[in-house]
């Protein structure tokens, strides 16, 4: 793919500059006859099969009356512009080349020299482009549009010099054969646990002829990529849908569909544009039809390449328009991100500052897992020609750091887009024409450099169930980060199956809070530390207390801490309490026992009197947020009680002193006093 800048501007120099008839530069009659037949023959050019003008014939002329007269400046003026106009750049170059080195070539504007950096810019010239724009820069009298583009070209060049110097490591595999085909596949998107690649096959409708696009999915088989499986009919249609985006657990699909307004493809599929962005859940085993994404995201303009972030809250896409008449602005994206609401639906969309999107064009967007990284292509950064892809990361004060350039070789002076980068930041996979390839556009894989890797991700597998019945539970789940207090990831378990899957940076504490109507609420706090080359998810499963069930066995308020050896709260406890407020106060007929217990270790009259005020203070909270004293008893056990787990065989367990002390190591005598030291409720009335 070409530079679009140069192929416009070069249809506008063809335009403006060649000699008139009976103005030619040679004496030679025979020359100019030719000349002025290949204009007549360029006028009546035909259509190739690929659908563009067919200029041979013209050229042809243009080189007879060259070697009629090899100094006849205007004939290959004449070649160059037909041959670019043509789609052959290289014939264009050479041409300009030979133009440059005639010894009586001259030139009051400089234009040669502008259209030949930019031809050479475009086909990864950059020694040659850097030169002949620096000559240009020579001429004074150039217009201020084109003195910017040729500083444009002189910025660029300089950049992509340097970086050849320096290139990073790049070995970009074809995925094979399961995905790719003779059909062009891109716009790649993985579920989070690496099994399942949804992309875009651009394939020939049997009915009409014509070509569309549609989603294919592919699993992961120990490495291999099975063949690809299209999505089905009521998400493919007999229109166009494109670049898609899991959400972490692969259940939730946002999608662009084109041509909307329409009805009775897969569903209700009007919208506000040309294109829009769709929306689709999989129930079980089945994916439900896809509506309008709800909210404001829609919009009289074309919406596109749809990124979900990990925790489900964020949306980034590209909004398109038509701006300008020409070059590289002409079709214009840029980056916008929306904010799911509390009613489901996505807020009005903000575009993201002007450090990312340029007055020029950006796609391709991709928010990895860990929540902060964006990558995306773009043709308005400094780079390496056409689109280039970069990476950005959001900043603790919310802003983004400005975009640096993924390097040559990933980058060239072709376009690079439709980028992924999987969740633990070491591969990543884009699509490309390159040589040696199934087809036109294949998916590669290859490792990131580590310079532009984001954090490293892993997700955690679970399923949630009743504790008597053990059937699986659909139910909402929030993740927060205990240190900043934020929600990471709020999602739900599948109905059908219980299963949950979600993605979270590693090395950081977590508070697990489930709740669903009917059951005791569910809480733990886990720390993600996971070893330097784990790939291991993390699993925990999420039993579910149900509230018509007599129980006397404690339930954890896994999620409350104290200062050390005292019963002040810490603030993070309030994560938990606040939640637990609202659903005693919800359950006004419950009443329970609010318990504190500590570990073996120290003063037992001490631990005694510790228990007691921090049970009393867990009380004390709860009645401040509102919920009536009556339903409420607190009482502290100190080491009197230990905790109790069962084991492998089935049998109850105690954490008692004696039980701890024949551990095998320091550190799973220190988790057991930690597993003795907590804050739990148990019912007495319900």
């Not at 980058?411 to 690079?416: F, M, P």
């Not at 008597?468 to 929030?478: D, H, I, N, T, Y």
């Amino acid at each position: 793919m070409k530079n679009l800048l140069t192929i416009l501007f070069v249809a506008l120099i063809a335009s403006c500059s060649m000699a008139q008839p009976g103005k030619w530069n040679t004496k030679n009659k025979k020359a100019i006859k030719l000349v002025e037949a290949g204009m007549d023959a360029a006028h009546n050019a035909p259509i190739d099969q690929n659908g563009r003008l067919d200029f041979s014939d013209a050229i042809n002329y243009f080189d007879k009356a060259i070697a009629k007269d090899p100094n006849f400046t205007d004939a290959y003026i004449l070649k160059a512009e037909y041959s670019m106009r043509g789609g052959d750049p290289e014939a264009a170059i050479q041409a300009y080349h030979t133009l440059i080195a005639i010894p009586t070539f001259t030139t009051s504007t400089g234009y040669v020299y502008y259209d030949l950096a930019n031809l050479e810019f475009a086909n990864g010239m950059y020694k040659e482009a850097l030169e002949h724009a620096q000559k240009y820069a020579t001429y004074r009298t150039a217009p201020d549009d084109m003195k910017q583009e040729n500083q444009w070209i002189i910025l660029n060049s300089e950049f992509a010099i340097e970086a050849m110097k320096n290139p990073v490591p790049f070995d970009p595999v074809n995925v094979g054969s399961g995905v790719n085909t003779y059909d062009p596949e891109y716009f790649p998107t993985l579920t989070v646990d690496q099994n399942n690649l949804l992309f875009t096959r651009r394939v020939t409708n049997e009915r009409t002829g014509q070509w569309q696009e549609d989603f294919f999915i592919s699993e992961n088989d120990n490495g291999y990529w099975k063949t690809g499986e299209p999505m089905p009919t009521n998400i493919n249609t007999s229109f166009n849908e494109g670049a898609p985006t899991f959400a972490p657990d692969g259940k939730t699909l946002i999608f662009v569909g084109c041509a909307v307004e329409r009805v009775g493809y897969g569903g209700n599929r009007r919208g506000y544009g040309s294109c829009d962005l769709f929306i689709t859940q999989k129930v079980g085993t089945k994916w439900l039809d896809p509506i309008n994404l709800p909210g404001m995201v829609n919009t009289k303009h074309w919406e596109t390449q749809p990124s979900l972030s990990s925790d489900g809250k964020t949306l980034y896409f590209i909004r398109g328009q038509i701006r300008g008449t020409g070059g590289r602005a002409q079709r214009n994206g840029d980056i916008y991100m929306s904010k799911l609401q509390e009613d489901g639906s996505w807020g009005e969309a903000e575009k993201l500052p002007d450090n990312i999107n340029t007055k020029y064009s950006e796609s391709s967007c991709l928010i990895h897992p860990d929540g902060k990284t964006l990558y995306f292509s773009s043709n308005g950064h400094i780079g390496m020609g056409g689109y280039d892809l970069y990476m950005t990361q959001l900043q603790p004060d919310g802003s983004w750091s400005d975009p640096v350039n993924l390097g040559y070789p990933i980058n060239t002076h072709h376009d690079e887009n439709s980028l992924l980068v999987f969740a633990d930041g070491k591969l990543a996979v884009f699509a490309s024409d390159r040589p040696g390839g199934l087809g036109s556009l294949d998916l590669y894989q290859f490792v990131l450099p580590e310079t532009v890797r984001p954090t490293k991700t892993i997700y955690m597998t679970g399923t949630v169930f009743d504790i008597v019945s053990r059937k699986k539970l659909g139910a909402e789940f929030s993740l927060k980060d205990l240190e900043t207090g934020e929600e990471v990831v709020r999602s739900y378990s599948d109905p059908m199956d219980g299963s949950f899957l979600v993605s979270l940076p590693i090395n950081k504490k977590y508070a697990l809070f489930v709740n669903k109507e009917g059951y005791h609420p569910y809480t733990v706090n886990f720390d993600l530390v996971v070893p330097e080359n784990s790939e291991e998810p993390y699993h925990m499963d999420v039993p579910l207390t149900p509230l018509s069930q007599p129980t006397s066995g404690e339930i954890a308020l896994a999620n409350v801490f104290f200062d050390l050896d005292s019963d002040k709260l810490r603030p993070e406890s309030f994560l938990e309490l606040n939640a637990f407020a609202a659903f005693l106060k919800a359950n006004p007929k419950m009443k329970i026992e609010l318990q504190g217990h500590t570990d073996s270790q120290g003063d037992d009259a001490h631990n005694m009197t510790l228990s007691q005020g921090r049970a009393k203070s867990v009380y004390n909270y709860l009645v401040q947020q509102g919920v009536d004293a009556k339903q409420l008893t607190h009482k502290g056990y100190g080491e009197t009680r230990p905790s109790t787990f069962t084991d492998a065989s089935g049998n109850e367990v105690k954490r008692t002193e004696e039980w701890i002390n024949a551990l095998p190591t320091d550190k799973a005598k220190k988790d057991a006093h930690q597993q003795n030291r907590r804050t739990v409720y148990i019912v007495l009335e319900n």
